[in-house]
């Protein structure tokens, strides 16, 4: 629309453009929240509280989701549309449809997750399904996949039930979305830690969330205290090296 009144006035079609001369501030982007493993594991003893006003499948089904998100780095969506089928506990991977970027991926996963899964698959073949092995993975009791909104909505209970407040200088709380960013920063710290080769291992962390560029996960590396010490320490080790070779 404003390049169209430009052209106009250009022409001398109109005298002045009825458009506003100043774009409205957008609110500042919210800083990605990392949570500690402390903190994690009191959002997994929250999702009790759902219980109330809600189904008894809730609370675990609700658990095991965290416990997805947090093994995989998948984005909440992603999760939300997983069928029954998109689970392989024998190959111990997930089959990732419908994407960001319209493409399927392949997420391994380890032996503890899995184990979580089977359990979660069992007792969801015990609800209706209504589609066979291509119903959803996350479901109501009648068969209704869980809708982003209301996995947010029971977000916000169980992290205020988790004592998990806003931020200093944050005007908003934590997440569900920032478990992803909770589980990259996790990732690459174990890496640092266990001496492993990070800036190698990154393009793979970006296939395996389903990036399609570096600089995209690159962007999940804030630097947490946490993060800082391990990069300070593989860079003190790595200093040391080269001065006893000097």
Known sequence: MTGFYRFALSRGHVARSPLPT?????????????????????????????????????PVMYRTLLLLLYGTGMRIGEALRLAVQDVDLTEQ??????????????????????????????RRRLLL?????ASPLFT????????????????????????????IGEPRPPRLHDIRHTAVVHRVIAWYRSGQDVQRLLPQLATYLGHID???????LQMTSDLLQAANQRFAQYAMGATHEE
């Open 140 to 167: 109501t009791r009648g068969g209704r996949p869980w809708h982003y909104v209301g996995v947010i909505s029971r977000f916000q209970h169980v992290r205020r039930a988790a004592g998990i407040v806003c931020p």
């Open 22 to 58: 100043t774009s409205p501030k957008l609110p500042p982007q919210q800083t990605p929240y990392v949570y500690s493993t402390e903190e994690l594991r009191r959002l997994l003893e929250a999702t009790s509280i759902l219980r109330v006003g809600n189904s008894s499948e809730v």
């Open 129 to 133: 399904l209504s589609r066979g092995e």
């Open 93 to 122: 991977v997930i089959t990732v449809r419908d994407t960001k970027f319209f493409k399927t991926r392949l997420v391994p996963i380890g032996p503890k997750l899995s184990q979580e899964l089977g359990e979660h698959v069992e």
């Open 214 to 220: 570096i600089r995209a996960t690159q962007r999940y």
